[in-house]
């Protein structure tokens, strides 16, 4: 095969940079592999490494720093078939280090090549995440109060289920990078190199002094036996053929009459746990079959299983344009927390406005008549009231008829939680304790 | 007559299927994480892909290789997220990548109120990315916009290779309602114009009068070039100020002069009114109310709701005016889309109605701002 280096564009990298080095190997790596251009996508970041994809006859994907994993992942979930191989110098890998832990994680068919030459180069030469605590850099002394990161053992730890590191000066580097990029996962190669330009100005290191350092760390040449698992493309693919389509949104055909004629607007006022917003939306559902126009507008805190929790309910024949109430026609007062956080509603309720009062709920001092409803005598749990109070309001006529909201729950639920639900709203609707 | 109940994050998704997205990727943050579960849900069974990002970084980052690799893409988040997308905002802006970003706006700053709405992030959106170039902003009313906007989203990003917005509100995107899903107007979707694929490739190339480059995916026959550096029509880095000049002009120009094609608006106008509601988002919902309240008391104003913020839609907002003394602009926040309307409208009173405390602007406190000057 032909060399995929663009002869247009050759390597403009500092003599004697260990990047060249691996510019020709990786070249020497495709051709051993007898890959076209169009099979090969390079994808870089920022830094010397970041030039590598104008090296190449190949497509290329050149972005921010750190962020060239983001990408690649991307390219490779939609284009499973092309070899994605991404640069990275030692700074992408610490600015990208969220990244980096996730490639190793999630394991996708990726070739990561980290160009390691233990100090940013073309910004000065300041401290990364590799630089030795004694190096003399642009970052003065800052770079001796860091440790540097071992991103080898990292990566296993993380779960990279191939990690190799290497000089940039070794003989066999192209059939080591063909062997990361015919594994078949996540490939992880820490390539450590020189920077002339400005990691040795102040910082004697050669190809030997590399060796022996290397040599002095646990090896790590290639798969990683603990880790070896399933591609995350070919496994997410497999997982993802057996999931059920979506069916389209329930079309509710009306086929009752509303006990009311004109727009009604329902709060429920409750508390987390309670289930208030599955209520708002079966109260909403129930006016669909009666051809109503309907929203329902939420209000809870971030907090899950506590707080407040409240539902606003329009039912109108008419458009509906603002979502909040101001005047409500009915309140359900389910919990004090609901209530407490919307005490000032209370004092513009109208006479004919009903409160349907659930025992133990205090309600501050209105016109509105108050329906009381005790359903811890009827033995309805907690979790659902709010659904009981719908079968209150079902019974008494208002906003909705039990026929409504039994068609309600057959749309919204199916077997046993349909069963459970048409068994409350009976047991509430008769007042039998169950 | 049948209605279904649906809320806007998932009219959203639906809207995204609809338009041909199958590729999400996105990171849990409320009060948008229902995109993502819906995407989740609806995706797969078609042979889509649906991702969680480590971070909003890496969300938006899938989304731009994948939209290089051909598909139509789309993420989904709120302000805290929206800034960690920028940097790579910039890069789909700067290098014309295709990708629909929807913010359901929550009450900020900062990590703000998670549950409670706002339309905080306006101004943010246009221009929360370095280099300052336009981007288009679309902002649905009701879950039904949520729907179409969507889909005028992906054409339009696809046809002006560029990042569009739903600027959408925790309190359109977790409001459920009802629509009526046949009578929903849909537009035709477009793709992305293709580049020829026996020949070699300028990835920014276009012809004379040719405003957006044509497309071919990574991973075709053709080599592509993608950079998010300063980059001549090669794709490669250039130092060439004017082409560079050129390009600029270009990025900026491709989406200015196409406004008037996609100014989406609804404007309600009555004769010899004096004054003129601007609103958008959810708080055009309240002004519609004061509208028809307005019309009912014998004291009407006129109404126009914007569904395209940015760029803005001058044309549009000066015909509304025109015979208008008094402009009253209702926004979700302290006063930011206001400013776009005393420029176009030096000559007229412009009154701010707004609010940025979680709450709903409310009919009430939009007929106070209407009554008293």
């Known amino acids: 095969m032909n060399s995929l280096l663009n002869a247009a564009r050759p390597p403009v990298l500092c003599p004697g940079c260990t990047h060249e080095r691996i510019t020709h190997s990786l070249d020497q790596a495709f051709q051993n592999m007898g890959l076209a251009g169009h099979q090969i996508v390079i994808v870089s970041d920022i830094g010397c490494s970041g030039l590598f994809d104008t090296f190449f006859h190949t497509h290329a994907m050149h972005g921010l720093h750190g962020r060239a994993l983001t990408y690649a992942a991307g390219l490779k979930m939609a284009r499973p078939e092309i070899n994605v191989i991404v640069t990275m110098g030692d700074g992408g890998q610490g600015i990208g280090g969220a990244h980096l832990l996730a490639a190793c994680r999630r394991n996708l068919d990726l070739t990561l090549l980290i160009l390691n030459n233990f100090n940013f180069g073309m910004t000065g030469g300041q401290f990364s995440a590799t630089t030795p605590p004694e190096a003399q850099l642009g970052s003065g002394f800052l770079s001796a109060l860091e440790r540097p990161l071992d991103i080898c053992k990292v990566a296993r730890c993380a779960g990279a289920p191939y990690v190799r590191r290497c000089s940039g000066f070794q003989k066999n580097l192209a059939e080591q990078i063909q062997d990361a990029i015919e594994y078949e996962g996540f490939a992880l190669m820490d390539i450590w190199g020189i920077c002339p330009g400005r990691y040795t100005k102040k910082n004697r290191l050669t190809p030997k002094m590399i060796d022996d350092a290397l040599a002095k760390l646990p090896t790590m040449d290639g798969v990683v036996s603990e880790n070896v698992r399933p591609e995350y493309g070919q496994h997410y693919r497999q997982l993802a053929a057996a999931q059920k389509k979506v069916s389209a949104p329930a079309v509710i055909e009306p086929q009752f009459t509303a006990p009311q004629t004109g727009r009604q607007e329902v709060i429920l006022l409750g508390s987390a746990g309670q289930r208030v917003i599955t209520a708002g939306e079966l109260l909403c559902i129930a006016g669909l079959t009666a051809g109503m126009k309907t929203t329902q507008k939420n209000e809870y805190n971030i907090t899950v299983l506590r707080g407040p929790s409240i539902s606003e309910l329009i039912l109108s024949p008419q458009e509906i344009n603002y979502t909040g109430i101001e005047t409500p026609n009915v309140v359900v007062a389910l919990d004090q927390e609901g209530v407490d956080r919307r005490r000032g509603l209370f004092e513009r309720m109208t006479p004919k406005a009903l409160i349907i009062q659930i025992s133990g709920v205090n309600v501050p001092t209105s016109k509105a008549r108050i329906h009381h409803v005790d359903l811890r005598a009827l033995g309805v749990k907690r979790p659902d009231w709010a659904l009981a109070s719908l079968a209150v309001l079902a019974k008494l006529q208002q906003i909705i008829t039990p026929q409504m909201l039994e068609a309600a729950l057959k749309i919204r639920f199916k077997s046993n939680a349909l069963d459970a639900s048409l068994k409350l709203v009976k047991q509430v609707t008769t007042g039998k304790a169950a | ?373």
């Open chain 2, 1 to 373: 007559m049948a209605y279904s109940l649906l809320e806007g994050n998932e009219a959203i998704a639906r809207g995204a299927v609809a338009a041909g997205c199958r590729f999400f990727a996105g990171y849990p943050i409320t009060p948008a994480t229902t995109i993502y579960h819906n995407m989740l849900n609806l995706l797969p069974p078609l042979g889509g892909i649906c991702l969680q990002g480590e971070d909003e970084i890496a969300s938006i980052g899938f989304c731009l290789g994948a939209s290089m690799a051909g598909m139509k893409v789309m993420t989904a988040t709120s302000g805290p997220g929206i800034s960690l997308y920028s940097e790579n905002l910039s890069f789909a802006i700067g290098s014309e990548i295709p990708i629909v970003i929807v913010d359901v706006q929550r009450l900020g700053p900062s990590t703000g109120s998670a549950t409670r709405g706002a339309d905080g992030d306006i101004n943010f959106l246009r221009w929360g990315s370095s280099g300052g170039l336009p981007v288009i902003v679309l902002a649905p009313v009701d879950v039904q916009d949520c729907f179409t906007l969507t889909l005028q989203a992906f054409n339009l990003a696809e046809e002006f290779r560029c990042p569009v917005f739903l600027a959408s509100n925790k309190e359109i995107g977790m409001t459920r309602e009802s629509i009526d899903l046949q009578k929903v107007a849909t537009p035709g979707i477009v793709e992305r114009s293709a580049a020829p694929s026996n020949q070699p490739l300028l990835p920014f190339g276009v012809d004379p009068g040719q405003q957006v480059p044509n497309f071919l995916p990574i991973g075709n026959k053709v080599l592509v070039r993608q950079t998010s550096s300063t980059h001549g029509a090669d794709g490669y880095i250039t130092t060439d100020s004017a082409a560079i000049a050129r390009n600029q002009e270009r990025l900026e120009n491709k989406l200015l002069s196409a406004i008037n094609r996609f100014s989406f608006h609804e404007h309600y106008s009555i004769k010899h009114t004096d004054t003129l509601l601007i609103a958008y988002g959810v708080s055009a919902r309240a002004a519609k109310a004061v509208f028809k309240a307005q019309k009912r008391r014998g004291k009407p104003i006129s109404l126009l709701v914007l569904k395209t913020l940015w760029p803005v839609p001058e044309n549009v907002i000066q015909q509304a005016a025109r015979d208008a003394r008094r402009i009253v602009v209702v926004e979700m926040n302290l006063g930011q889309y206001i400013r776009e309307i005393k420029r176009i409208l030096p000559q007229k009173q412009v009154d701010f109605c707004g609010q940025m405390d979680g709450r709903l602007i409310t009919p009430a406190r939009i007929t106070e701002a209407v009554d008293h000057e």
